[in-house]
């Protein structure tokens, strides 16, 4: 990846960055966005100053403010604003321009943070913290915190543990209907994007596959799931976009 940032390759720096998410458009509709990624991508690249001008750790500070804040951070901070109104320090511009004369070693592993909290809260250390729906220890350091909750989680979801997450697929069964509803309707067979059989084909593995038995259903069609309720989010968006319906 520090190669194709050197020499501001976006064809090359997409793929180190690129999140996978379930593949529900169609071979086109799947070109036509990597190809517009890469371009957006490589306008920002030009943008950028050289790597040998700041460093690469301060060129990537710089890269995640100019398209992770934006992109990620404030809409989520919007969305959780209109829950319950909240400080978010670490978007502050004069914190922001402290970070790129920070140490690299005050930076890694959210040493500043926990240095911070260790000075003026130490209470908040003796918390857990969370990933996604998975606690793991406030001592841990970042990539350790990662391994922990991915194997964490995967016994979670094998059931080692004795516990179930079942809310998706609760959900899931709730919005049966409604879900199959739209998978027959001419909005969503209008709509050129979409690989129309991969997602009929993920609604009929994860609703009709071992359909009798819920927990072997939940066990089994675990990705079917994950991928059936990543597509009616999406639809739902689509939709309240659109005048059609």
């Given at each position: 990846?520090?190669?194709?940032?050197?020499?501001?390759?976006?064809?090359?720096?997409?793929?180190?960055?690129?999140?996978?998410?379930?593949?529900?458009?169609?071979?086109?509709?799947?070109?036509?966005?990597?190809?517009?990624?890469?371009g957006h991508?490589?306008?920002?690249?030009?943008?950028?100053?050289?790597?040998?001008?700041?460093?690469?750790?301060?060129?990537?500070?710089?890269?995640?403010?100019?398209?992770?804040?934006?992109?990620?951070?404030?809409?989520?901070?919007?969305?959780?604003?209109?829950?319950?109104?909240c400080?978010?320090?670490?978007?502050?511009?004069?914190?922001?321009?402290?970070?790129?004369?920070?140490?690299?070693?005050?930076?890694?592993?959210?040493?500043?943070?926990?240095?911070?909290?260790?000075?003026?809260?130490?209470?908040?250390?003796?918390?857990?913290?969370v990933?996604?729906?998975?606690?793991?220890?406030?001592?841990?350091?970042?990539?350790?915190?990662?391994?922990?909750?991915?194997?964490?989680?995967?016994?979670?979801?094998?059931?080692?543990?004795?516990?179930?997450?079942?809310?998706?697929?609760?959900?899931?069964?709730?919005?049966?209907?409604?879900?199959l509803?739209?998978?027959?309707?001419?909005?969503?067979?209008?709509?050129?994007?979409?690989?129309?059989?991969?997602?009929?084909?993920?609604?009929?593995?994860?609703?009709?596959?071992?359909?009798?038995?819920?927990?072997?259903?939940?066990?089994?069609?675990?990705?079917?799931?994950?991928?059936?309720?990543?597509?009616?989010?999406?639809?739902?968006?689509?939709?309240?976009?659109?005048?059609?319906?």
């Open positions: 990846a520090k190669y194709h940032i050197i020499n501001k390759n976006a064809d090359g720096l997409l793929a180190h960055i690129r999140s996978s998410r379930p593949n529900i458009f169609s071979g086109q509709a799947y070109a036509a966005m990597k190809n517009n990624a890469a991508l490589q306008g920002l690249l030009d943008s950028m100053p050289a790597v040998e001008d700041m460093g690469v750790e301060s060129w990537l500070d710089l890269f995640a403010i100019r398209t992770k804040m934006p992109n990620n951070t404030c809409p989520e901070q919007s969305r959780v604003d209109g829950l319950a109104m400080y978010t320090p670490f978007v502050q511009p004069d914190l922001i321009n402290l970070i790129f004369n920070m140490p690299l070693g005050d930076k890694k592993n959210s040493a500043a943070v926990k240095k911070i909290i260790s000075e003026k809260a130490p209470v908040l250390s003796k918390f857990p913290l990933k996604g729906t998975t606690k793991y220890p406030y001592s841990l350091p970042t990539i350790p915190a990662k391994v922990y909750s991915v194997l964490k989680s995967k016994a979670r979801m094998g059931y080692r543990s004795g516990y179930r997450d079942t809310k998706m697929n609760d959900y899931l069964d709730i919005m049966k209907e409604p879900i509803d739209s998978i027959a309707s001419a909005s969503f067979k209008n709509y050129q994007y979409y690989d129309h059989e991969r997602i009929a084909e993920i609604a009929g593995q994860y609703y009709y596959k071992d359909n009798k038995n819920k927990d072997n259903r939940i066990r089994s069609n675990k990705n079917y799931a994950f991928e059936l309720d990543w597509w009616f989010t999406f639809d739902m968006f689509r939709r309240s976009l659109s005048l059609e319906d």
